[in-house]
């Protein structure tokens, strides 16, 4: 099975090892498929066994007593790709320890084993949703989505991306808001819509970065889906996958001494400079409410139960401005992680809330944010 046996390892402990590993290479950050070719396709046999202690003495981390005794043991042998095993094996002995060893391959087969006994109740779509934020388009690689989801669920194999990249419009251009919501619309019911309910698939895991009112506009298309896992990117560590809090951040509403004025909401969680420039704008005009946090940060979402927390707020301040303003429509103003956009978008509700009017910043026109979408 294996392109080549690593001293005396019997038949029955490489096709052993092949299935702990499942068929990747076993080094540490390579995860390398081994039975298909990158670029063709083609089904190719490009594993190697590698003895961690050498099946002989003078191999690389031989011992004299060792070695004979683990031959065809198999805690001592690693499936890995021809590149890795000339680097352990050959370029750089010294620096590939027993120990170092060993502790890849545990790592490697425990996370096999724990992706291999998820439920197969625990499929989800991986729906990706990017576009143009300035000069910048926004893609994300399938490994990033599938570590992400992890154990709680793992992706289908498809990817749904309604992505409309490298369109050539712009945020700062009034074209590109129609034209986004339009072609979102269109891509969501050809490519998402179609999917839910069938094969037993009733989960999306939402992977987005856009601006944030298509982000909100995202959000309430998909608020009548049962199941929903939305993703934030984090910049440390660089990933999609949920962190644990070291510290907390609470969140909080801000409400208006008066109520009697214009309804303002403003979402000042990952800067507080938003908050400064919308009041300045309103003067007096306006009663204001805010959604902050402790710590207003680009990073201060860490955790699933953080944006559990932002969805109770956000549909707490939405209940409390339907009940205090006759006015039937609020402007909306956002500084806060994507993934909250989204969110804001599912819990709005359109038979009982009032419309959201969506403004966005954008440093490429010197003017005060601009009105983009109106939810209704």
Avoid at 84 to 113: F, G, N, S, Y
Avoid at 165 to 194: C, I, R, T
Wanted: hydrophobic share 40%; proline share 5%.
């Amino acid at each position: 099975m294996a392109k080549k046996r690593a001293g005396n390892a019997s038949p029955h402990t490489i096709t052993k090892l092949w299935a702990k590993a499942a068929g990747r290479c076993e080094y540490d950050g390579c995860n390398k498929l081994l039975y298909k070719d990158d670029l063709t396709s083609q089904e190719i046999n490009g594993g190697f066994v590698a003895h961690i202690i050498a099946a002989s003495p003078d191999g690389p981390r031989g011992d004299e007593a060792l070695s004979a005794q683990l031959v065809d043991d198999i805690g001592n042998v690693m499936l890995m790709c021809h590149e890795h095993h000339r680097l352990i094996d050959h370029e750089q002995v010294a620096e590939h320890t027993v120990d170092r060893l060993r502790a890849m391959k545990k790592k490697h087969e425990d996370r096999v084993r724990e992706v291999t006994e998820i439920d197969a109740a625990k499929i989800s779509v991986p729906v990706v949703y990017g576009t143009n934020i300035g000069e910048e388009a926004v893609s994300i690689p399938r490994r990033e989505l599938a570590q992400a989801m992890l154990p709680d669920n793992y992706p289908t194999e498809n990817v749904v991306t309604i992505s409309f990249l490298n369109s050539g419009l712009h945020d700062s251009q009034e074209l590109f808001w129609q034209a986004e919501v339009a072609q979102l619309e269109q891509k969501y019911n050809e490519s998402l819509k179609p999917l839910i309910g069938k094969e037993d698939i009733d989960c999306v895991s939402v992977f987005a970065l856009a601006p944030q009112p298509l982000l909100v506009k995202l959000g309430t298309m998909l608020s009548d889906l049962h199941k929903v896992k939305v993703y934030q990117k984090h910049r440390e560590p660089d990933t999609w996958k949920w962190q644990a809090m070291t510290e907390p951040n609470p969140m909080k509403i801000i409400r208006p001494d008066d109520t009697s004025k214009t309804p303002v909401l403003i979402f000042s969680l990952s800067a507080n400079a938003i908050s400064a420039r919308v009041r300045k704008r309103f003067g007096d005009e306006a009663s204001i409410w805010e959604v902050t946090a402790e710590k207003p940060d680009n990073d201060m979402l860490r955790s699933a139960d953080q944006l559990a927390e932002f969805r109770t707020l956000a549909r707490e301040v939405l209940a409390e401005i339907n009940v205090t303003f006759q006015a039937d429509s609020i402007k909306v103003f956002m500084a806060m992680p994507a993934a909250c956009a989204v969110e804001l978008g599912r819990v709005w509700m359109p038979k009982a809330d009032k419309k959201l009017v969506l403004f966005d910043k954008n440093n490429a026109v010197d003017v005060d944010d601009i009105e983009t979408i109106t939810i209704k």
